[in-house]
């Protein structure tokens, strides 16, 4: 028994160890978010102070009971939202009953299923560095993005993220725009995971491919039938 708990302790003091690193990052995170703050006693700021509280507070009761592997995972997340996701939706997946509000498993979900459509993408570029890209200004790049010529995902700060899916290296994939209008849904993220769903019409390849190699009819008809039957499937923005 006496070996048993002795070979049980360092498993133990990783545990905390790594319980105490992930609590550590989310108050860094908190800290990060007060200080981009407007003045102190501002309205904003008062209520902004009482949500990261409670935030705060229910990050460290998930990192307090979660265990070992999920920690792990949690921080081996490209980012800190992903691995308060990836910390969510294990505990949920594990059955596991913890002091949080009923709908965070399903915004962990969310949060995680709109990296992972990024990361297929090929990632994101920003208005700024879009413009560079294409020779144009913001504001052309603005334009376009509002006359469903351009495929952008908002932020969540405000400004818009354009899936690097839609560019080459000589610009913008020709006839873009035709596809894109060729939507019956508005939402980016259901657009963008159309984009990239492979189509049973188009034998297996996805439609941004299949617009890249020419085939825009194809591509349009692949996506034009969404909002019959996906519309209510992709996380909304």
């Known amino acids: 028994m006496a070996t048993r708990q002795s070979g049980s ?13 992930y609590q550590t990052h989310t108050r860094t995170v908190v ?15 008062v209520l902004m102070r009482v949500l990261l509280r409670r935030v705060a507070h229910v990050l460290e ?4 009971k979660a265990p070992r592997e999920v920690l792990e995972q949690a921080l081996g997340e490209p980012d800190a939202v992903s691995g308060v996701a990836a910390l969510v939706s294990r505990f949920v997946a594990m059955g596991s009953t913890v002091a949080a509000d009923p709908l965070l498993d399903a915004v962990a979900r969310g949060i995680r299923v709109k990296a992972q459509l990024l990361k297929a993408a090929g990632g994101t570029w920003s208005a700024p560095q879009v413009a560079a890209a294409l020779g144009l200004s913001r504001q052309a790049i603005d334009k376009r993005r509002t006359r469903h010529a351009l495929l952008a995902v908002p932020s969540g700060s405000g400004d818009y993220l354009y899936p690097r899916c839609q560019f080459t290296a000589a610009g913008v994939i020709p006839d873009l725009d035709r596809v894109l209008s060729a939507f019956r849904v508005r939402d980016p993220w259901t657009q963008l995971s159309a984009l990239l769903t492979p189509a049973t019409t188009l034998r297996g390849a996805r439609p941004v491919d299949a617009l890249a190699q020419g085939d825009v009819e194809g591509a349009a008809a692949a996506v034009r039938s969404i909002g019959d039957t996906h519309e209510d499937g992709a996380p909304s923005g």
């Open 61 to 64: 009761d998930l990192a307090a």
């Open 31 to 45: 800290v990060r978010e007060e200080a981009v703050a407007a003045p102190a006693n501002s309205p904003r700021a």
């Open 9 to 21: 302790r360092p498993v133990a003091k990783k545990r905390k160890r790594a319980s105490r690193q």
